[in-house]
């Protein structure tokens, strides 16, 4: 059963970290992170594919943000750096079902606020 469970978002302030964690489950060519802050659509942020050997991030977040997952290839984690109030939104973990850069499920996911 394909499941994708985001955790570790929270209130931060300008300049600090956060790491977010998504648990999954059931098969998937690829997970991205995506996020969406309020009145706006979502934004593409970082991927990584099944092997761990492929991963990509946006220009906006290039040099701060880390995608990683586990050996056991069952969690996937977004090292967040340097955090930005423009990083605030609602992040989302996001399946890949196939190699075809289309994305078809989300997670509930998790809220990061970075503010004073």
């Known amino acids: 059963q394909l499941q994708l469970v985001e955790s570790g978002g929270g209130l931060v302030q300008p300049g600090g970290s956060l790491r977010l964690s998504c648990a999954f489950s059931?098969?998937?060519?690829?997970i991205a992170w995506f996020r969406q802050a309020p009145g706006k659509g979502p934004e593409w942020i970082s991927f990584i594919d099944r092997y761990s050997s492929l991963s990509y991030s946006s220009k906006s977040v290039q040099g701060r943000f880390t995608i990683s997952r586990d050996n056991a290839k069952t969690t996937l984690y977004l090292q967040m750096d340097n955090l930005k109030p423009e990083d605030t939104g609602r992040y989302y973990c996001?399946?890949?079902?196939?190699?075809?850069?289309?994305?078809?499920?989300w997670g509930q996911g998790t809220q990061v606020t970075v503010s004073e």
């Open positions: 059931g098969f998937a060519h690829g």
């Open positions: 996001v399946r890949e079902p196939a190699d075809e850069g289309l994305f078809d499920y």
